[in-house]
C-alpha cells in the first residue's frame, strides 16, 4: 500500500505549485492566443460575409444598370427607327412631287407639240384633200 507521509503532501502540493505556475506560463498565453485566434477568425467570417453581401449588391446594381441601359438603348433605337421613317416619307413625298410636276411639263410640251403638228397638218390638209380627190377622180392637177 502506499503510505501517506510528509513526500506525498509535499508531492501533491509540488503538482499544485506546477499546475498553477504551468497555467501562468503556458496555459494562459495559449488560450489568449486561441482566443485572439477565434477573434480574428470570427472577424475574418464576418468581413467575408460584407464582402459577399457588397458584391451581390454590386452584381444587382450591375445587372439592373445593364437592363436600363438595353431598355435606353431599345427606346432611342426606336427613335432613330421613327425618325428615319419620317425622313423617308418626306423624301418619297418630295421625289412623288417632283414626279408629278415633271410629269405634268411632260404632258403640257406633248400637249402643245400635237397641238403645233395638229396646226401644221390642218394647213396640209386642204392641199391633200384636193390631191386625193384628184387622184380618186383620176384628174391630174
Given at each position: 500500500m502506499v503510505d501517506i507521509n510528509l513526500s506525498v503532501i509535499i508531492q501533491i502540493i509540488n503538482f499544485l505549485i506546477l499546475i498553477f505556475v504551468m497555467n501562468l506560463v503556458c496555459y494562459k498565453p495559449i488560450r489568449g492566443i486561441l482566443r485572439q485566434r477565434r477573434e480574428t477568425i470570427q472577424g475574418l467570417e464576418n468581413a467575408i460575409e460584407e464582402a459577399i453581401k457588397k458584391a451581390e449588391e454590386t452584381n444587382r446594381a450591375f445587372a439592373e444598370g445593364i437592363r436600363e441601359a438595353r431598355a435606353r438603348g431599345k427606346k432611342e433605337k426606336e427613335a432613330l427607327i421613327q425618325a428615319a421613317a419620317a425622313e423617308e416619307s418626306k423624301?418619297?413625298?418630295?421625289?412623288?412631287?417632283?414626279?408629278?410636276?415633271?410629269?405634268?411639263?411632260?404632258?403640257?410640251?406633248?400637249?402643245q407639240d400635237a397641238e403645233k403638228v395638229r396646226q401644221a397638218l390642218q394647213k396640209e390638209v386642204d392641199a391633200f384633200a384636193e390631191a386625193i380627190c384628184q387622184k380618186i377622180l383620176g384628174r391630174t392637177g
Open positions: 423624301i418619297i413625298a418630295r421625289i412623288n412631287e417632283q414626279a408629278r410636276a415633271e410629269l405634268e411639263e411632260v404632258k403640257k410640251k406633248i400637249s
